[in-house]
């Protein structure tokens, strides 16, 4: 090793979980991270790591904001295109908009060309972390998991699985999906930066065979994620209270089959009852916040305070394509938005928003201690964000005072057009010097757990 670079400007981030009173804002208005590889090696003021590494190279972007990269826990794959849909509620806009678009991923030509601009759009709005909601298709996957390693990005994803109540097209069989799954595992799970997350669509959509071959799947695997939806929709609640009808509540319907475990991850849960939030506590089970999409599609104003204080982690998605696009940040401010709607609204300060948009994530998929902040030995997952010269930012991060004050203008304003440099693992996957990137180095690689 040659000795660390430094990487100059102002730096934020979230070590610790400040929902649990374990973490606050450290921020250094001219800092640096002294960078090794792929790896962190410490963060502070600049003149202090200067002293402290006087030969080491300066990576000079002051002007800019620097932050951990960003975890998104629920987006879909094969749902870009149908982005900006407006007046109509969960189950209308399934129908009418994202399954005839996640038909199309049968073919090959199509799912390659989606695959690849849902990944650089992912990384252009500095996200490094994903767990991605897949297409209804093998042969979609497959591709889709190429192209995800060619991007650098930290992805986990799966075959999305259904065999009741969609388009014919987009089911499947019990048998199917755990062979299928099986398969896509075997090739992808644990490869470099990927990992396989079992994914039923929603119960309303999968039989209780279906629903037995996802635990059989999930337990075969070890190290796999799982996610699905729940509770999204008032209309759905109620549907999916009809199909089991031993079901005391939606989330009986995934417990019985073991997949409600500290690897789950449940999208949504805007309408649970008590006894649900606290069998997802007893789990360490995550549920994935989309205020986006759960103000776009109706669906209601997220219970935060009931679920803290239940004790569930909560982490963020942004839920392309019914979210309103591809930015964590964004859902973050809408997040805060939304709380300042509920009578027992929690509030939200920029510390915790940034952290729900960081450091949850990278918890709740098994990522703390690898990416999240910017702690010693962590990964080099970070986004620098320089707003465009003349815009509404600049102008507000120039005469911002203190660092709270910078961050909740980020939350506010920071759109994919003020993303300069977004890296994984220290190499460039948006922006930065042509030549490093795409590449998987061995040490980012290696460092991943499975
Ligand atoms: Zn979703």
């Keep these: 090793m040659s000795g660390p670079t430094l990487l100059r400007g102002t730096l934020m981030h979230v070590p610790g ?9 450290e921020a250094f208005e001219d800092g640096a991270l002294a960078l090794d590889g792929s790896e962190v090696v ?11 590494f006087p030969q080491a190279p300066v990576d000079d972007r002051r002007g800019a904001v620097i932050l951990p990269g960003l975890v998104d826990a629920h987006v879909h794959f094969p749902q870009v295109p149908v982005l900006g849909a407006v007046g109509m ?34 990384a252009a709005s500095g996200t490094t972390t994903a767990l991605v ?23 986990a994803a799966g075959l999305n699985v259904a065999d009741r109540n969609l388009r014919p097209e987009l089911h499947t069989s019990p048998e199917r999906a755990l062979a299928e799954g099986l398969e896509l595992t075997r090739r992808w799970h644990g490869r470099g930066r990927l990992r396989y997350a079992v994914t039923p669509r929603f119960a309303l959509s999968a039989g209780e065979g279906l629903l037995e071959a996802c635990g059989e799947l999930l337990r075969a695997v070890p190290g796999a994620l799982f996610t699905t939806h729940l509770n999204e929709n008032a209309e759905e609640v109620r549907a999916v209270a009809e199909l089991f009808p031993w079901a005391a509540d939606y989330l ?24 649900e939030l606290e069998r997802l506590a007893t789990a360490d089970a ?19 305070r009931r679920h803290l204080t239940a004790g569930v982690r909560v982490a963020l998605g942004s839920d392309v394509g019914a979210g309103t696009g591809f930015g964590v940040l964004k859902e973050a401010l809408a997040a805060h938005q ?14 915790r928003l940034l952290y729900l948009a960081t450091g949850a994530g990278a918890r709740a998929l098994g990522l703390g201690g690898v990416v999240g902040d910017f702690g010693p030995g962590r990964q080099a ?45 220290g190499t460039p996957v948006h922006g930065g010097v042509p030549s490093e990137r795409g590449g998987l180095d061995a040490g980012g690689a290696g460092a991943v757990p499975p």
Excluded at 253 to 274: C, Q
Excluded at 289 to 298: F, Q
Aim: hydrophobic fraction near 45%.
């Design 17 to 25: 979980n400040p929902f649990r009173g374990e973490g606050a804002l």
């Design 286 to 304: 995550t549920v994935v916040h989309c205020p986006t999409s759960n103000v776009s599609l109706g669906s209601g104003l997220f219970p935060l």
């Design 89 to 122: 509620q969960l189950l209308t806009w399934l129908e009418r908009r994202a399954l005839p678009e996640e038909a199309r991923y049968l073919d090959e030509g199509y799912a390659a060309a989606r695959a690849d601009t849902f990944l650089r759009l992912l």
């Design 133 to 155: 909601f897949g297409a209804h298709f093998a042969s979609a996957m497959e591709i889709f998991f190429q192209a995800a390693e060619r991007s650098g990005l930290r992805i």
């Design 338 to 351: 939304v709380q300042m709607l509920r009578d027992d609204g929690e509030r939200l300060d920029p510390a």
């Design 252 to 275: 009986a319907t995934y417990e019985r089959f073991g997949l409600v475990t500290d690897r789950s991850l449940f999208a949504h849960d805007v309408h649970p009852r008590a006894s």
């Design 42 to 52: 410490a963060v502070g003021d600049y003149a202090a790591l200067r002293r402290r």
């Design 381 to 425: 997952d970070l986004l620098v964000l320089r707003p465009p010269a003349g815009s509404t930012l600049e102008a507000l991060l120039a005469g911002a005072e203190g660092a709270e004050s910078a961050l909740a203008a980020v939350l506010t304003l920071a759109g994919e057009e003020s993303v300069e440099e977004v890296r994984v693992g």
